[in-house]
Protein backbone atom coordinates (compact mmCIF):
# COMPACT_ATOMS: atom_id res chain seq x y z
CA UNK A 1 0.00 0.00 0.00
CA UNK A 2 1.67 3.35 -1.13
CA UNK A 3 1.71 6.09 1.35
CA UNK A 4 0.05 9.06 0.64
CA UNK A 5 2.64 12.49 0.22
CA UNK A 6 1.23 14.09 3.69
CA UNK A 7 1.95 10.72 5.57
CA UNK A 8 5.53 10.89 3.68
CA UNK A 9 6.04 14.31 5.11
CA UNK A 10 4.24 14.22 8.50
CA UNK A 11 6.05 16.27 11.20
CA UNK A 12 8.07 14.07 13.82
CA UNK A 13 6.45 14.49 17.46
CA UNK A 14 8.89 16.39 19.14
CA UNK A 15 8.06 15.53 22.93
CA UNK A 16 9.41 11.80 21.39
CA UNK A 17 13.12 12.85 21.06
CA UNK A 18 12.96 15.79 24.02
CA UNK A 19 14.77 13.37 26.25
CA UNK A 20 17.41 12.53 23.74
CA UNK A 21 18.60 15.95 23.35
CA UNK A 22 19.19 16.33 26.97
CA UNK A 23 22.79 16.59 28.27
CA UNK A 24 23.16 13.76 30.53
CA UNK A 25 26.07 16.10 32.23
CA UNK A 26 27.71 19.28 31.43
CA UNK A 27 30.61 19.92 28.72
CA UNK A 28 33.47 20.50 29.21
CA UNK A 29 36.00 21.99 27.31
CA UNK A 30 40.41 20.48 27.10
CA UNK A 31 41.34 22.54 29.69
CA UNK A 32 37.99 22.28 32.19
CA UNK A 33 38.53 18.20 31.55
CA UNK A 34 42.62 18.47 32.40
CA UNK A 35 41.84 20.49 35.75
CA UNK A 36 39.16 18.21 36.67
CA UNK A 37 41.45 15.21 36.60
CA UNK A 38 43.99 16.91 37.59
CA UNK A 39 42.37 17.98 41.03
CA UNK A 40 41.30 14.08 41.20
CA UNK A 41 45.07 13.55 41.80
CA UNK A 42 45.86 14.26 45.32
CA UNK A 43 49.54 13.78 45.15
CA UNK A 44 49.70 16.46 42.15
CA UNK A 45 47.45 18.79 44.53
CA UNK A 46 49.55 18.07 47.47
CA UNK A 47 52.33 19.29 45.84
CA UNK A 48 50.78 22.10 44.26
CA UNK A 49 49.77 23.32 47.91
CA UNK A 50 53.47 22.83 48.96
CA UNK A 51 54.79 25.22 45.85
CA UNK A 52 52.51 27.76 46.23
CA UNK A 53 53.57 27.85 50.16
CA UNK A 54 56.85 28.00 49.60
CA UNK A 55 56.48 31.33 46.70
CA UNK A 56 54.60 32.50 49.72
CA UNK A 57 57.38 32.09 52.20
CA UNK A 58 59.74 32.82 49.76
CA UNK A 59 58.45 36.29 49.60
CA UNK A 60 56.93 37.18 52.08
CA UNK A 61 58.57 35.52 54.82
CA UNK A 62 61.51 37.49 54.87
CA UNK A 63 59.57 40.88 55.37
CA UNK A 64 57.75 39.28 58.39
CA UNK A 65 61.06 38.30 60.37
CA UNK A 66 62.54 40.70 62.70
CA UNK A 67 66.26 39.89 61.25
CA UNK A 68 67.60 40.72 57.96
CA UNK A 69 69.41 37.96 56.09
CA UNK A 70 72.71 40.17 56.83
CA UNK A 71 72.47 41.01 60.46
CA UNK A 72 74.99 39.85 62.99
CA UNK A 73 73.64 39.50 66.25
CA UNK A 74 77.00 39.63 68.40
CA UNK A 75 76.82 36.63 71.09
CA UNK A 76 74.46 34.32 69.02
CA UNK A 77 77.18 32.55 67.44
CA UNK A 78 76.19 29.37 66.34
CA UNK A 79 72.75 28.54 68.28
CA UNK A 80 70.72 25.54 67.67
CA UNK A 81 67.15 25.79 66.96
CA UNK A 82 65.18 27.44 69.39
CA UNK A 83 61.95 29.40 69.63
CA UNK A 84 63.69 32.93 68.88
CA UNK A 85 65.87 31.05 65.79
CA UNK A 86 63.03 28.36 64.65
CA UNK A 87 66.74 27.52 61.93
CA UNK A 88 69.24 28.03 63.77
CA UNK A 89 72.19 30.56 63.56
CA UNK A 90 75.66 30.40 61.61
CA UNK A 91 79.25 31.38 62.95
CA UNK A 92 78.41 34.92 62.46
CA UNK A 93 75.57 35.10 64.45
CA UNK A 94 72.61 35.70 61.32
CA UNK A 95 69.51 34.24 61.37
CA UNK A 96 69.38 30.74 59.36
CA UNK A 97 65.78 31.13 58.73
CA UNK A 98 65.57 34.25 57.15
CA UNK A 99 68.55 33.04 55.35
CA UNK A 100 66.78 30.15 53.92
CA UNK A 101 64.09 31.72 53.02
CA UNK A 102 65.49 34.64 51.02
CA UNK A 103 67.71 32.01 49.76
CA UNK A 104 64.57 30.44 47.77
CA UNK A 105 63.60 33.91 47.04
CA UNK A 106 67.41 33.14 44.85
CA UNK A 107 66.50 29.52 43.54
CA UNK A 108 62.88 30.51 42.37
CA UNK A 109 63.50 33.54 40.79
CA UNK A 110 66.27 31.49 39.27
CA UNK A 111 63.84 29.13 38.04
CA UNK A 112 61.32 31.41 36.75
CA UNK A 113 63.19 33.98 34.69
CA UNK A 114 65.32 30.96 33.22
CA UNK A 115 62.12 29.17 32.54
CA UNK A 116 60.82 32.40 30.47
CA UNK A 117 64.00 32.66 28.33
CA UNK A 118 63.12 29.09 28.01
CA UNK A 119 59.98 29.57 26.49
CA UNK A 120 60.62 32.54 24.53
CA UNK A 121 63.54 30.95 22.59
CA UNK A 122 62.39 27.30 22.54
CA UNK A 123 59.21 27.87 21.50
CA UNK A 124 59.94 29.94 18.23
CA UNK A 125 62.92 28.45 17.45
CA UNK A 126 61.12 24.88 17.71
CA UNK A 127 57.93 26.32 15.96
CA UNK A 128 60.09 27.48 13.15
CA UNK A 129 62.19 24.63 12.47
CA UNK A 130 59.05 22.39 12.52
CA UNK A 131 57.20 24.12 10.91
CA UNK A 132 59.32 25.03 7.94
CA UNK A 133 60.77 21.68 7.24
CA UNK A 134 62.84 20.88 4.82
CA UNK A 135 66.60 22.66 4.86
CA UNK A 136 65.43 24.77 7.09
CA UNK A 137 64.71 22.24 9.72
CA UNK A 138 67.68 20.19 8.69
CA UNK A 139 69.99 23.29 9.58
CA UNK A 140 68.34 24.64 12.99
CA UNK A 141 68.28 21.24 14.17
CA UNK A 142 71.93 20.39 13.26
CA UNK A 143 72.32 23.69 15.74
CA UNK A 144 70.44 22.12 18.05
CA UNK A 145 72.30 18.68 18.18
CA UNK A 146 75.55 20.22 18.45
CA UNK A 147 74.90 22.37 21.24
CA UNK A 148 73.03 19.28 22.81
CA UNK A 149 76.26 17.36 22.76
CA UNK A 150 77.75 19.33 24.84
CA UNK A 151 77.19 18.59 28.62
CA UNK A 152 75.17 20.99 29.61
CA UNK A 153 76.37 21.97 33.36
CA UNK A 154 79.81 22.51 31.27
CA UNK A 155 78.15 25.14 29.28
CA UNK A 156 76.56 26.62 31.87
CA UNK A 157 79.73 27.61 33.93
CA UNK A 158 81.94 28.47 30.71
CA UNK A 159 79.00 30.77 29.58
CA UNK A 160 78.96 31.97 33.65
CA UNK A 161 82.63 32.94 33.55
CA UNK A 162 82.53 34.67 30.66
CA UNK A 163 79.60 36.64 30.99
CA UNK A 164 80.33 37.52 35.44
CA UNK A 165 83.55 39.44 34.33
CA UNK A 166 81.90 41.45 31.44
CA UNK A 167 78.33 42.12 33.84
CA UNK A 168 80.72 43.50 36.72
CA UNK A 169 82.14 46.21 33.92
CA UNK A 170 78.53 46.79 32.18
CA UNK A 171 76.67 46.78 35.83
CA UNK A 172 79.38 49.68 37.08
CA UNK A 173 77.49 52.02 34.25
CA UNK A 174 75.29 54.40 35.49
CA UNK A 175 72.15 53.10 32.79
CA UNK A 176 72.73 49.48 34.45
CA UNK A 177 72.93 51.03 38.73
CA UNK A 178 69.14 49.51 39.23
CA UNK A 179 70.68 46.08 38.41
CA UNK A 180 73.44 46.30 40.79
CA UNK A 181 71.41 45.16 43.98
CA UNK A 182 71.20 41.81 41.73
CA UNK A 183 74.57 41.47 41.19
CA UNK A 184 77.00 39.73 38.27
CA UNK A 185 76.65 36.56 39.82
CA UNK A 186 73.12 36.29 39.88
CA UNK A 187 72.39 38.00 36.19
CA UNK A 188 75.30 35.53 34.84
CA UNK A 189 72.94 32.65 36.02
CA UNK A 190 69.82 34.01 34.66
CA UNK A 191 71.38 34.25 31.53
CA UNK A 192 73.81 31.10 31.43
CA UNK A 193 70.81 28.58 32.29
CA UNK A 194 68.23 30.56 30.13
CA UNK A 195 70.37 30.37 27.12
CA UNK A 196 71.26 26.40 27.16
CA UNK A 197 68.03 25.01 28.94
CA UNK A 198 65.72 26.19 25.76
CA UNK A 199 67.30 22.69 23.17
CA UNK A 200 64.58 20.26 24.90
CA UNK A 201 61.85 23.00 24.60
CA UNK A 202 62.81 23.33 21.11
CA UNK A 203 62.89 19.47 20.49
CA UNK A 204 59.35 18.67 22.23
CA UNK A 205 58.30 22.04 20.35
CA UNK A 206 59.58 21.10 16.82
CA UNK A 207 57.91 17.41 17.29
CA UNK A 208 54.11 18.64 18.19
CA UNK A 209 53.96 21.02 15.25
CA UNK A 210 55.39 18.45 13.16
CA UNK A 211 52.29 16.69 13.80
CA UNK A 212 50.08 19.45 13.83
CA UNK A 213 50.79 21.56 10.40
CA UNK A 214 49.40 18.09 8.62
CA UNK A 215 45.82 18.38 10.26
CA UNK A 216 42.94 20.02 8.09
CA UNK A 217 42.25 23.23 9.87
CA UNK A 218 45.97 24.40 9.27
CA UNK A 219 45.19 23.29 5.34
CA UNK A 220 41.79 25.35 5.55
CA UNK A 221 44.02 28.55 7.05
CA UNK A 222 46.33 28.18 4.12
CA UNK A 223 43.42 27.88 1.81
CA UNK A 224 41.81 31.25 3.83
CA UNK A 225 44.72 33.35 2.87
CA UNK A 226 46.62 32.94 6.40
CA UNK A 227 49.71 33.74 6.49
CA UNK A 228 53.00 31.04 8.09
CA UNK A 229 53.17 33.75 11.35
CA UNK A 230 49.37 33.37 12.11
CA UNK A 231 49.58 29.72 12.12
CA UNK A 232 51.83 29.34 13.58
CA UNK A 233 50.46 31.73 16.43
CA UNK A 234 47.35 31.74 16.24
CA UNK A 235 46.35 27.88 15.72
CA UNK A 236 49.94 25.73 15.98
CA UNK A 237 51.59 27.26 19.01
CA UNK A 238 48.43 26.84 21.41
CA UNK A 239 47.37 23.59 20.12
CA UNK A 240 51.03 22.44 21.65
CA UNK A 241 50.25 24.14 24.78
CA UNK A 242 50.16 21.10 27.19
CA UNK A 243 53.32 19.72 26.35
CA UNK A 244 54.69 23.17 26.42
CA UNK A 245 53.60 23.45 30.80
CA UNK A 246 54.54 19.99 31.37
CA UNK A 247 58.28 20.32 29.66
CA UNK A 248 58.09 23.82 31.23
CA UNK A 249 57.53 22.32 34.64
CA UNK A 250 59.69 19.94 34.97
CA UNK A 251 62.55 22.11 33.41
CA UNK A 252 61.85 24.69 36.95
CA UNK A 253 63.68 22.19 39.11
CA UNK A 254 66.56 21.72 36.92
CA UNK A 255 67.31 25.06 36.83
CA UNK A 256 66.94 25.45 40.79
CA UNK A 257 69.21 22.37 40.91
CA UNK A 258 71.65 23.79 38.51
CA UNK A 259 71.55 26.86 40.79
CA UNK A 260 71.81 25.61 43.78
CA UNK A 261 74.68 23.50 42.54
CA UNK A 262 76.79 26.53 41.14
CA UNK A 263 75.80 28.54 44.58
CA UNK A 264 77.96 25.58 45.96
CA UNK A 265 80.97 25.60 43.96
CA UNK A 266 81.49 29.07 44.63
CA UNK A 267 80.16 30.57 40.95
CA UNK A 268 76.76 31.73 42.27
CA UNK A 269 75.16 34.43 43.86
CA UNK A 270 77.49 36.96 45.75
CA UNK A 271 78.26 37.28 49.52
CA UNK A 272 76.06 38.33 51.61
CA UNK A 273 73.14 37.29 49.14
CA UNK A 274 72.18 33.69 50.63
CA UNK A 275 71.16 31.13 48.22
CA UNK A 276 70.11 27.39 49.18
CA UNK A 277 73.34 26.31 47.35
CA UNK A 278 75.89 29.10 48.77
CA UNK A 279 74.44 28.21 52.82
CA UNK A 280 75.37 24.06 52.30
CA UNK A 281 78.02 25.20 51.26
CA UNK A 282 79.24 27.72 54.64
CA UNK A 283 77.70 24.84 56.37
CA UNK A 284 80.60 22.57 55.24
CA UNK A 285 83.19 23.71 57.18
CA UNK A 286 80.84 22.74 60.62
CA UNK A 287 78.84 19.84 59.63
CA UNK A 288 80.30 17.69 62.46
CA UNK A 289 79.63 19.95 65.23
CA UNK A 290 76.19 22.12 63.74
CA UNK A 291 74.33 19.95 61.09
CA UNK A 292 71.58 22.03 61.27
CA UNK A 293 73.15 24.47 58.94
CA UNK A 294 73.25 22.19 56.50
CA UNK A 295 70.11 20.19 57.10
CA UNK A 296 67.33 23.09 56.80
CA UNK A 297 68.68 24.49 53.03
CA UNK A 298 69.26 20.12 52.15
CA UNK A 299 65.49 20.16 52.99
CA UNK A 300 64.73 23.30 50.95
CA UNK A 301 66.19 21.78 48.03
CA UNK A 302 65.19 18.92 48.22
CA UNK A 303 61.00 19.35 49.11
CA UNK A 304 61.20 22.14 46.18
CA UNK A 305 62.20 19.85 43.74
CA UNK A 306 60.73 17.02 44.64
CA UNK A 307 57.03 19.25 45.14
CA UNK A 308 58.12 20.31 41.18
CA UNK A 309 58.34 16.87 39.75
CA UNK A 310 55.35 15.30 41.36
CA UNK A 311 53.20 18.13 40.24
CA UNK A 312 54.59 17.56 36.78
CA UNK A 313 54.10 13.95 36.30
CA UNK A 314 50.31 14.75 37.73
CA UNK A 315 50.24 17.77 35.65
CA UNK A 316 51.12 15.10 32.40
CA UNK A 317 48.61 12.66 32.92
CA UNK A 318 46.12 15.40 33.62
CA UNK A 319 47.10 17.15 30.26
CA UNK A 320 47.01 13.64 28.24
CA UNK A 321 43.59 12.73 26.69
CA UNK A 322 45.10 8.68 26.75
CA UNK A 323 45.08 8.83 30.55
CA UNK A 324 41.42 9.37 30.36
CA UNK A 325 39.45 6.55 31.74
Known sequence: ???SREELFKPLNKKRYEKAEVATRPSLTYWGDAWKRL??????????????????????????????YSQQIRGEENLGPSLQHPFGTDSLGRDMFVRVLYGARISLSVGVVACIINLTIGIFYGGIS???GGRVDSIMMRIV????????????????????????????????SGLQ???????????????????????????QILS????????????????????????????????????????????????????FIGLGVDAPVPSWGSLADDALGSIRTHFYLLLFPSLAISITILAFNLFGDGLRDALDPRMRK
Open 212 to 263: LKEQEYVTAAKTLGASSFRILIRHLIPNSLGSIIVTTMLLIPDAIFTESFLS
Open 145 to 176: DIIYSIPTMLYVILLMVVLRDKLENLLKLPIF
Open 39 to 68: KQNKVAMFSLAVIILIFLAAIFGPMLSPYS
Open 181 to 207: AAGSGLISIYLAIGLTYWVSMARIVRG
Open 1 to 3: MEL
Open 130 to 132: GYF
